[in-house]
């Protein structure tokens, strides 16, 4: 059960050989076993999911079933669901119940899926570790003394653990695609203004996109079409006719043109990570794809303009968090302005702080050229390779990360060293691309390797394609962690 | 480039966010790596370039000029830190 498929277990439930509280509650003991030992989720509310499941089951009794009704998921503890905790990983929010539901999750709600939880993050998506959180680090299912990524390793360790059967994460700067990757499952970031960032505490609003996370890419593909669509609450929500995301998976990749850029295969990368990657080439050579090697020649310049960008909007974004309307208030100050700076001083981690106090710096009067203003042309010209590259090729693959998990604290000190984690990720979020991450192999401690597709705008259904191909023909993606290998059973679908 | 630890404070201030002497200088080490690797953008010439601020070009949509919002207040005050008679309570900024 706990490793099915989300279209068997919809199988299962339409069968009625299995209701959506018996199934929410399978979950939500193996949470119990499972969670104390990784810490994917902050919250969790069983009499919540099960009242949930219940709504699904009267759905489905009443014929009204969706494709995933009464199928379980877990969510980001950055989007804001009504009655529910939601921290952001933040001790700024460590109090705060959400008044109302981010559009995901509402979404989700009228699909009849269930809400398993609220899953782990670092602070305010800041962060590629997940030890960032003010809730503690997540542990790496794979290996617990590694760490799963980040900022949606909560997400992403619940999924390769199969404490949860798929998951919503964020990814701002490969946030989705880099803890996929180091934990060995499957996650997508849509081509930004697809969905809906309306009720998801906003980090960088040029950046941040919603995706699924789940086992294969048929999982992400069906949690897909329920997550994007037209919102009139998100400013930047593109109004276009609704896809079918699951609709070319079955398509034979024969004369498939795949990009590699000669960037993603310099020096800096893994070789156990390179090695990985070129078997998948390899494999989807066989499958009838041809390569064609391209350039991306400003994706060096990707992390500066994005420690300029990201950090500049997150300032002002995180403005918001002053002590008055919601959140945590410093117990003790003299005034106003003091009651703001002991606020925010307590209630922000180092990581976050840090973020703020480079997007001051670089909006600051005197400065804005030479850095914001220099960031954003930049971003034209890594949005101008990739528009370039995509005229010789139909994707474009690499590597997600430039290595497999690292150890818990070994890169928390210096900041330099984690930001380098996101140097493959960045480039289509700068560009607004759409990006996954699938498994393609393991390191020799036996740890996930991420292979990522990067497609053109509104390509999601051809990535999800190549990545079901592939998925066709390996096995890294059902490949279960050493927990879960204990308890899982395993089945198709 | 290279930031002082009056440049953190500054910057610090700019944020709203407290900082002592013995943090300011631990946090400009770490600025300071970080504008580091920031100043590698700074050898590009970008001269003709138009910035992108945004990763799709579409402008802003209008509405109605109607109400759509309903009067939520009791859910919103109540996770406010300090609310008393429907508004948020602050320390006192007219003496």
Redesign the interface.
């Known amino acids: 059960m706990s490793d099915a498929s989300l279209s068997a277990l919809a199988a299962q439930l339409a069968a009625k050989q299995v209701s959506s509280r018996e199934l929410a509650q399978q979950y939500l003991d193996r949470i119990a076993t499972l969670n104390p030992s990784i810490n994917a989720f902050i919250t969790l509310d069983a009499d919540k999911t099960l009242a949930e499941a219940a709504v699904a089951d009267a759905l489905i009794a009443a014929g009204k079933a969706g494709p995933l009704t009464g199928v379980p998921i877990a969510h980001k503890d950055i989007f804001c669901t009504d009655g529910w905790l939601t921290t952001c990983g933040s001790k700024m929010l460590h109090?705060?119940?959400a008044?109302?539901d981010a559009h995901v999750i509402q979404r989700f709600k009228a699909a009849g899926m269930p809400s398993l939880g609220k899953t782990n993050m670092d602070e305010f998506a800041m962060g590629s570790s997940n030890e960032t959180s003010y809730f503690g680090a997540v542990k790496n299912p794979w290996n617990t003394t590694y760490v799963p990524g980040g900022s949606s390793g909560g997400a992403a360790a619940c999924v390769a653990a199969r404490m949860a059967p798929a998951a919503t994460g964020t990814d701002t700067g490969g946030s989705i695609r880099q803890p996929a990757a180091l934990c060995g499952i499957t996650g997508l970031k849509p081509t930004?203004?697809l969905v809906s960032r309306f009720g998801m505490i906003a980090f960088a609003s040029?950046?941040d996109q919603a995706g699924p996370m789940a086992p294969s890419a048929k999982d992400c593909a069906l949690l897909l079409n329920v997550m994007t669509g037209f919102d009139?609450n998100d400013?930047?929500s593109?109004e276009r006719e609704k896809e079918d995301y699951t609709r070319d998976l079955d398509q034979p990749l024969t004369g498939l043109r795949v990009g590699l850029p000669r960037e993603f295969f310099a020096e800096g990368l893994n070789n156990e990570v390179a090695t990985a990657v070129e078997a998948a080439i390899a494999e989807l050579k066989k499958l009838g794809a041809t390569t064609v090697e391209i350039s991306l020649a400003?994706s060096k310049?990707a992390?500066?303009?994005y420690?300029?960008l990201a950090p500049a909007e997150a300032?002002s974004n995180l403005?918001r968090f002053?002590?008055?309307?919601?959140?945590?208030?410093a117990p003790e100050?003299?005034?106003?302005?003091?009651?703001?700076?002991?606020t925010?001083?307590q209630g922000?981690g180092a990581e976050v702080?840090?973020r703020?106090?480079?997007?001051?710096?670089?909006l600051?009067h005197g400065y804005y050229d030479?850095?914001y203003?220099?960031?954003?042309?930049?971003?034209?010209?890594i949005?101008d390779d990739f528009s370039a590259a995509f005229k010789t090729c139909d994707v474009i693959l690499g590597p997600t990360a430039p290595g497999t998990a690292f150890k818990l604290g070994e890169k928390s000190d210096?900041?330099?060293e984690m930001?380098l984690n996101d140097l493959y990720t960045i480039p289509a979020n700068?560009?607004?691309l759409p990006g996954m991450s699938l498994p393609c192999g393991f390191d020799a401690k036996g740890l996930p390797i991420g292979l990522q597709l990067v497609g053109n705008y509104f390509s999601e259904a051809k990535m999800l394609n190549v990545a079901h191909q592939f998925q066709r023909a390996t096995d890294w993606h059902k490949r279960l962690p050493p927990q879960g290998e204990a308890s899982g059973a395993r089945s198709e679908g | 480039m290279s930031l002082s630890p009056d440049d953190v404070k500054r910057i610090a201030r700019l944020a709203r966010i407290e900082i002592d002497d013995v943090q300011a200088q631990a946090t400009q080490g770490q600025l300071n790596t970080i504008f580091d690797l920031i100043a590698t953008m700074q050898a590009v010439d970008t001269s003709g370039i138009a910035p992108m601020a945004h990763a799709q070009e579409v402008t802003q949509r209008l509405r109605a000029d109607i109400v759509t919002e309903t009067d939520r207040h009791a859910a919103f005050q109540a996770v406010a830190p300090a609310v008393e008679n429907d508004l948020y309570l602050v320390p006192k900024v007219i003496e």
Request: hydrophobic letters at 40%; proline letters at 6%; charged letters at 20%.
């Open positions: 109090n705060f119940v008044p109302y930004y203004g040029s950046l009139p400013s930047t593109l400003n310049l992390i500066p303009v420690y300029v300032s403005s002053d002590g008055v309307r919601y959140g945590y208030r100050y003299t005034n106003l302005d003091d009651m703001y700076c002991k925010r001083a922000f702080k840090r703020i106090m480079i997007g001051a710096y670089v600051s030479a850095y203003l220099q960031a954003q042309k930049i971003r034209r010209l949005a210096d900041p330099v930001y700068l560009a607004g």
